[in-house]
């Protein structure tokens, strides 16, 4: 006979973030073959960007735009930086055309787009590059 102890408790990726940092926070979160980052450097990654967005007014309701190549610390960071402002991410695949970046963000009417590098466009105006790619995990 199987026996279940009910569903696990509700957890969101950022949860499941916070948890694994205080439990192994030497531990190399993301590796994209040029950057290793350790879930330390991940989350201190993560905050700094979510404070800039935070800086411009972005947070619960808005749709922020990410555009930023497959694979890379910089996608990931911006994902969680996203939702950590409150905020709902609208993927385009870097390598897509302009156009259809174009149509995807115009219908999802978001506010910013954060593109390589951790380039971010607000209506129109660049920002300017946030982090510093390859955080060694001490920083």
Do not use: N, W
């Not at 996203?82 to 993927?91: D, I, K, M, N, T």
């Not at 506010?111 to 060694?136: M, N, S």
């Amino acid at each position: 006979m199987f026996t279940t102890r009910g569903a696990a408790k509700a957890r969101t990726l950022l949860d499941v973030l916070a948890e694994t940092t205080l439990r192994h926070p030497a531990a190399a979160a993301v590796d994209d073959g040029e950057t290793t980052l350790s879930y330390r450097a991940l989350a201190t990654e993560v905050d700094r960007l979510r404070e800039v967005l935070a800086g411009h007014g972005i947070g619960v309701g808005d749709r922020v735009g990410v555009r930023a190549p497959s694979g890379t610390v910089d996608l990931y960071v911006a994902i969680l930086a996203v939702l950590a402002a409150g905020a709902a991410y609208v993927p385009v695949d870097f390598e897509d055309p302009q156009e259809r970046a174009d149509l995807v963000f115009g219908e999802a009417d978001v506010c910013a787009v954060i593109g390589a590098e951790r380039q971010i466009t607000l209506t129109g105006t660049p920002l300017g590059v946030l982090g510093t790619p390859g955080l060694d995990d001490d920083a």
